[in-house]
């Protein structure tokens, strides 16, 4: 499928005995060096995270969505992913095994081996960037936004050197001043060049449409407000990471 100068089509790749299909969204003028590993929230590969990696490939970077359910699975709610999230961080060898396939396949895509990877996560998509980056994967970049700091591990002294935006509501229970606290001290502590935004009277989801209608509005809600500033912090970085100066 083709628009607005992207072009989108799935992509299969395996991790073990499991299906992935996800999502590239390639841009027909290219811009530097720099592709999208977009790491979707817990609701998959849905239209709502295609169109994010549609709208970043207008901006000049090839995007994968990645399918980290297998076989393009769609959770329709908490009841369904919750035991899904829960599995993975019990079995973190097949939950970080998946995002490396992932950007494996990414970099597989026509011209990309060479690419400079920036790992960019919602939810659970954030904590997964994280602990890809924790975990030793070279990447150009990481941006979390409301990524799950709850599940995230402590020791970074595998990281290698990158950059890191997080970008959470200031009232998120999965990412409270705690946890924050001891997310940066341990970049800190393995040299990661890191920023944090924290967004006002903002809680976990806060840039996706199904939290439109949460039914526990103090734990998941959507934020206009907090979801646009959180999109054109996600864009400076990709800029500043890109060498280009960020907008003013």
Known sequence: MRMSGVTSYEVE?????TRMVGQMCVPDAPRGDTA???LPDAYGVTGHAIGLGRRLAEHGRPVLVA???GERRLPSGQAEFGPLIGAMAADRGRWLGRVAAAHAALLAGPGLGAARVVALGYCFGGSSALEHARTGAELAGVISVHGGLDILGSDWSAARPTSVLVCSGADD???TPGMRADL???MDTAGVDWQTHLYSGTVHAFTSPMAKSSPAPDTVSYHARSTGRAWTATL???RETDGAKPTT
């Open 13 to 17: 790749y395996r991790h073990g005995a």
């Open 36 to 38: 999208v590993l977009l």
């Open 67 to 69: 399918d980290l359910w």
């Open 173 to 175: 229970p999965m990412a």
């Open 184 to 186: 940066t001290s341990a």
């Open 236 to 238: 400076d970085f990709l």
